[in-house]
């Protein structure tokens, strides 16, 4: 059960989570036996709104997406099956959300990794059960990463908006 993790920096790394921070969180959120291999990119906003706006047709950056690899034709080793995804993480976004939610940097980071892998493996949020799984196997991930539930409530926390006032979602 291994998997290999490249961290692409397209921002300055200065006050970011190191690589091998980045690593183990989506070494953690790795929830299948076989070997595979993701791509964590951490991007400005606009690079974070270029790609929202392309994908997924909302024009704001948003704090992770994740681009699951296409399949690949049938008949060919499972190996070549082994490449994940992408995450993408947009830096002023999550340094943003973790100051207006009270939460260290390095926890948001972590929870956001640990989101976009959930997507990768294919699980969702877009039914309440769907959002009640999710978010359960993501705060017992965190918490084995000795971080604190994300979705427990905190006085600090507020709801968070973009710039066009639409809630940020993955």
Same mark, same amino acid.
């Given at each position: 059960?291994?998997?290999?993790?490249?961290?692409?920096?397209?921002?300055?790394?200065?006050?970011?989570?190191?690589?091998?921070?980045?690593?183990?969180?989506a070494r953690a959120a790795?929830?299948?036996d076989g070997e595979a291999?993701?791509?964590?990119?951490?991007?400005?906003a606009a690079e974070g709104?270029?790609?929202?706006?392309?994908?997924?047709?909302?024009?704001?950056?948003?704090?992770?997406?994740?681009?699951?690899?296409?399949?690949?034709? %049938?008949?060919?080793?499972?190996? +070549?099956?082994?490449? *994940?995804? @992408?995450?993408?993480?947009? /830096? #002023?976004?999550?340094?943003?959300?973790?100051?207006?939610?009270?939460?260290?940097?390095?926890?948001?980071?972590?929870?956001?990794?640990?989101?976009?892998?959930?997507?990768?493996?294919?699980?969702?949020?877009?039914?309440?059960?769907?959002?009640?799984?999710?978010?359960?196997?993501?705060?017992?991930?965190?918490?084995?990463?000795?971080?604190?539930? %994300?979705?427990?409530?905190?006085? +600090?926390?507020?709801? *968070?908006? @973009?710039?066009?006032?639409? /809630? #940020?979602?993955?």
């Amino acid at each position: 059960m291994a998997l290999e993790v490249a961290v692409q920096y397209a921002v300055p790394r200065a006050g970011l989570p190191a690589a091998t921070t980045l690593h183990r969180a989506a070494r953690a959120a790795w929830r299948r036996d076989g070997e595979a291999a993701v791509t964590l990119r951490v991007v400005d906003a606009a690079e974070g709104q270029s790609l929202n706006h392309a994908f997924r047709e909302r024009d704001y950056a948003t704090n992770v997406l994740s681009f699951p690899a296409p399949a690949l034709p %049938p008949g060919l080793p499972p190996e +070549a099956n082994a490449y *994940l995804g @992408d995450v993408v993480l947009c /830096a #002023p976004v999550l340094a943003r959300e973790a100051m207006e939610q009270g939460k260290a940097l390095a926890a948001h980071y972590h929870h956001m990794v640990v989101h976009g892998m959930l997507h990768l493996q294919g699980m969702d949020h877009q039914t309440p059960d769907e959002a009640a799984r999710m978010e359960a196997i993501e705060s017992s991930i965190l918490a084995g990463l000795g971080y604190p539930d %994300p979705y427990a409530e905190h006085p +600090a926390r507020v709801q *968070l908006s @973009d710039t066009a006032g639409n /809630a #940020p979602d993955a």
